[in-house]
């Protein structure tokens, strides 16, 4: 297993790992997020095979309106 930082925290990945895997192993099913690796905005489209890699800093921002 190799390590990332996830919304600021250490995070124990598998190899081989995308967004889309990721997010579903943390049960992250929001209808809006936005995904950033190293500070870089991830289109959605390209989640299945936009790979992580160690040392990589993750954040997936659940996006919601209020009043």
């Known amino acids: 297993m190799q390590t990332i930082t996830l919304n600021n925290r250490p995070y124990q990945y598998t190899d081989g790992a ?8 943390n049960n992250y099913d929001f ?14 489209d390209n989640w299945p ?3 992580i890699t160690a ?13």
């Open 18 to 25: 995308t967004i889309t895997s990721l997010m579903a192993e």
């Open 31 to 44: 209808s809006h997020i936005i995904a950033k690796i190293n500070g870089t905005v991830i289109e959605e």
């Open 49 to 51: 095979e936009t790979k």
């Open 55 to 67: 040392g990589d800093n993750v954040e997936l921002i659940h996006v919601f309106g209020g009043g």
